[in-house]
């Protein structure tokens, strides 16, 4: 956290891609990756499902403490799942300690406005760094009829930016604002004094998030403010057809795995024609 807040202080922007796998977290730590979410979106990336209400607690806690053995180094960001903390702020901080102690996450990320005020408060005390959502939440879809800008209207804006300055207040250690117009983002990030990571948010924030998958060109649509920057999904299938190839040829290159002439002597003198060869059966 220390050293994302040292670079905003500097005038440094950071980068932040979700992440779910050891594997792929020391990638992108080695790209120079500065933040890695262990979203809510492994639900509909990892999971199959329609959206990110169906992220189980267990499941994102082991994701995360995969991510941070494959990326020490990096901030790793959890992102706490539909009613881990709605029900009563004990669950919370509860659910919340669980994700730094078992996920060994660096910050828990909580899709909140203002009323949530008091959790954030209690997650401060604990120790807990919270990354307070607001703006399009994700988790709030089904009760919009699907995701949604934010902050389109003056009121709503307004308000977007209460929500922004009470959890601060309350002990938020950073922002991250989802879906909002750029001048509303502009002035959120004007009235707090804590990092502001931005999803499709605009320019103005210190951090910027996309889901890795719509970077890489994996998914079978992306937002606009995640242009793919490779093609990485054609690859893959380029790759898995020349598997293919190759099985249906035998073209499977040097067999590594040999026995010594001792050994084979031994097999072959015990599967062979000698008088003391064990007769081998096809089914």
Same mark, same amino acid.
């Given at each position: 956290m220390?050293?994302?807040q040292r670079?905003?202080?500097?005038? !440094?922007r950071f980068?932040?891609?979700?992440?779910?796998d050891a594997t792929?977290a020391?990638?992108l730590?080695?790209a120079g990756?500065?933040?890695?979410?262990v !979203?809510?979106?492994?639900a509909?990336?990892?999971l199959?499902?329609?959206s990110?209400?169906?992220?189980p607690l267990?499941?994102?806690?082991q994701?995360?403490?995969?991510?941070?053995r494959?990326?020490?180094?990096?901030?790793?960001?959890?992102d706490?799942p539909?009613m881990s903390y709605h029900?009563?702020?004990a669950? !919370?901080?509860?659910?919340?300690?669980?994700?730094?102690?078992?996920?060994?996450?660096?910050?828990?990320?909580?899709?909140l406005d203002r009323?949530?005020?008091?959790?954030?408060?209690?997650?401060?005390r604990?120790?807990?760094p919270?990354?307070?959502?607001?703006?399009?939440?994700?988790q709030?879809?089904?009760?919009h009829?699907?995701?949604y800008a934010?902050?389109?209207s003056?009121?709503?804006?307004l308000?977007?930016?209460?929500d922004?300055?009470?959890?601060?207040?309350?002990?938020?250690?950073?922002?991250?604002v989802?879906?909002?117009?750029?001048e509303v983002t502009?002035?959120?990030?004007?009235?707090?004094?804590?990092?502001?990571?931005?999803?499709g948010?605009?320019?103005?924030?210190? !951090?910027?998030?996309v889901?890795l998958q719509?970077?890489?060109?994996m998914? %079978?649509w992306?937002p606009?403010?995640?242009?793919?920057?490779?093609?990485v999904?054609?690859?893959?299938?380029?790759a898995a057809s020349?598997?293919?190839?190759?099985?249906?040829s035998?073209d499977?290159g040097e067999?590594?795995y040999?026995?010594g002439a001792?050994e084979?002597?031994?097999? %072959?003198?015990r599967?062979?024609?000698?008088?003391?060869a064990?007769k081998?059966?096809?089914?």
């Amino acid at each position: 956290m220390r050293s994302v807040q040292r670079m905003v202080r500097t005038g !440094g922007r950071f980068a932040c891609l979700t992440c779910y796998d050891a594997t792929t977290a020391r990638w992108l730590a080695r790209a120079g990756i500065h933040v890695l979410l262990v !979203g809510d979106t492994a639900a509909e990336i990892v999971l199959g499902h329609p959206s990110t209400v169906h992220a189980p607690l267990d499941f994102l806690i082991q994701l995360t403490a995969g991510v941070k053995r494959g990326a020490p180094g990096c901030l790793v960001m959890a992102d706490m799942p539909f009613m881990s903390y709605h029900a009563c702020d004990a669950d !919370g901080v509860r659910n919340a300690g669980r994700f730094m102690t078992e996920g060994m996450a660096d910050a828990v990320k909580l899709e909140l406005d203002r009323s949530f005020a008091p959790l954030v408060a209690l997650l401060a005390r604990a120790g807990v760094p919270a990354v307070a959502h607001i703006g399009s939440r994700p988790q709030h879809a089904k009760r919009h009829g699907g995701y949604y800008a934010a902050g389109k209207s003056a009121a709503s804006a307004l308000a977007l930016i209460d929500d922004a300055v009470a959890l601060r207040d309350a002990g938020a250690s950073m922002l991250l604002v989802e879906a909002t117009p750029a001048e509303v983002t502009e002035r959120i990030v004007a009235s707090v004094d804590i990092p502001v990571i931005g999803c499709g948010a605009g320019p103005a924030c210190h !951090g910027q998030v996309v889901v890795l998958q719509d970077l890489l060109g994996m998914t %079978e649509w992306q937002p606009a403010f995640a242009a793919p920057a490779a093609r990485v999904g054609e690859q893959i299938s380029a790759a898995a057809s020349e598997w293919v190839r190759r099985v249906a040829s035998g073209d499977l290159g040097e067999h590594p795995y040999v026995m010594g002439a001792a050994e084979r002597e031994a097999f %072959e003198r015990r599967t062979g024609n000698g008088p003391n060869a064990r007769k081998v059966t096809t089914p």
